[in-house]
């Protein structure tokens, strides 16, 4: 049974530029959450996707955004890149009406 | 709104020992407090949870305490192995929205466990 996996590992950007990167979500499971992870810091919560639509978003401007489809994968585009977004960005996947959340291993994004 | 804290940034100990991780919490929303391992290069790893209307859950070699007074929240683990050695993070699960399904995690900052042989 996989778990959650993500896509790409590493990129690399220039300010300015937009991303795409993309989340399966473990086997079974419905809700997709999208994290930011700073270098020496906790993940912070970006938003929560669950039936195709954003459930509630963290404190992150308009710039990043989100999907669920059908298949329950989610993508996490973020536009107008900043140096500042630099960071391991995780995706967790979750069954709706249970706390457990499952970690994929994260895409690292550099923004040069 | 919620957050959490963590008292210690690192934490060295020897093969064998017990290690306690402390955190500390601003806001009682969480329905749960999880504790989450994650080793360098991967996304963090589910270790143990507890019920915020309960104070102590036992695991295989792990302990979490909760301490509502005072808004504190402990792990112990048991006979730490090098294989232990990750940054460890608290985090509370509070629903979405009141009387909601969905649950957010707010992690803090993390204590980098070193486990020497």
């Known amino acids: 049974d996989a778990g959650v996996t993500q896509s790409p590992t590493h990129l690399i950007k220039t300010r300015g530029q937009q991303v795409t990167l993309r989340c399966s979500p473990k086997?079974?499971?419905?809700?997709v959450s999208w994290y930011q992870q700073a270098l020496g810091q906790g993940p912070q919560f970006i938003f929560q996707?669950?039936?195709?639509?954003?459930?509630q978003r963290g404190n992150f401007p308009d710039r990043f955004s989100g999907h669920q489809f059908p298949n329950y994968s989610s993508e996490l585009n973020v536009n107008a890149l900043w140096l500042g977004d630099s960071a391991l960005y995780l995706c967790?996947?979750?069954?709706?009406?249970?706390?457990?959340?499952?970690f994929g291993p994260g895409t690292r994004l550099t923004v040069l | 709104g919620e957050s959490v804290g963590l008292h210690l940034p690192t934490l060295s100990v020897q093969e064998g020992d017990n290690s306690i991780i402390n955190c500390a919490y601003s806001?009682?929303?969480?329905?749960?407090f999880i504790w989450y391992k994650q080793e360098s290069g991967k996304g963090p790893q589910f270790i143990i949870d507890?019920?915020?209307?309960?104070d102590k859950r036992q695991g295989q070699r792990v302990t979490v305490l909760l301490n509502k007074t005072v808004k504190h929240l402990s792990l112990q683990i048991a006979a730490t192995q090098p294989g232990d050695s990750a940054v460890y993070f608290c985090?509370?699960?509070?629903?979405?929205?009141?009387?909601?399904?969905?649950?957010?995690?707010?992690f803090g900052k993390g204590t980098l466990l070193t486990v020497n042989p």
């Open positions: 967790a996947s979750s069954l709706i009406l249970y706390n457990e959340q499952f």
């Open positions: 806001n009682s929303a969480s329905d749960y």
């Open positions: 996707y669950y039936e195709e639509e954003e459930r």
């Open positions: 985090a509370g699960n509070a629903r979405l929205n009141s009387g909601g399904s969905n649950y957010k995690l707010t």
């Open positions: 086997s079974g499971h419905d809700t």
């Open positions: 507890i019920r915020s209307n309960m």
